[in-house]
């Protein structure tokens, strides 16, 4: 099957694209809005962009026009903290997801236990293993909808001393959760560890041997 983008609406695409762009991270971002309401929530469209200084990327998408409590308060306030999502935390993190009234914070609501950052006002998640305290950087528009692709420079990073083995994170003890389609969550499930890709390069020198 054949699909021109250029038929279809924002609504098509985006349902073509979240189930092709799969296993996607989820950033829990944490902000602080008006009067000090602390607000949580998950984001798929997340990635890394720059490794020195590190920095982070969040696609923030608009709701029926108008920006999102997590882009205006990182706007407003220039600070924001992705808190690493694991399988044993998807019952909250997919809880937050929900529209809460205004002034509510989903923290509150659900009773999510807060950290203080070291940098930055926004606080941390608890029950993240990993937290990554992040200034903004800048904002960039893209597409029709005006959706906002935050990117923000980590200033501290918080990590689980179990975690943390030679500079690099156990993955298998991380155990990360991925987002899919609809309301669709993966485990890692098993990795793959592949020899260097150099031996293919080795292979071909010997069979020219």
Known sequence: MEISA???????????????????????????????????????????????????????????????????????????????????????MHETSAEFPAGLGEPAALGLELLPSKFIKSPRLACSPINLECMLHQIIELGELKSQLVVGEIVMFHIRDDLLDNGKIETRRLRPLARLGGRNYAPLGDIMTMPPAEEALRRLRVGED
Do not use: Q
């Open 6 to 92: 250029a038929g279809l609406d924002a609504g098509a695409a985006y349902k073509l694209l979240v189930g092709i762009v799969v296993p996607r991270p989820i950033a829990w971002v944490t902000t602080v809005g008006d009067g000090g309401v602390v607000n949580a929530a998950p984001f798929s469209c997340y990635t890394f962009v720059s490794n020195h200084p590190p920095m982070v990327a969040v696609n923030c998408g608009r709701r029926e026009g108008a920006l999102k409590d997590t882009a205006r308060n990182i706007a407003a306030g220039g600070g924001f903290v992705v808190n690493v999502v694991t399988e044993e935390l998807a019952g909250p």
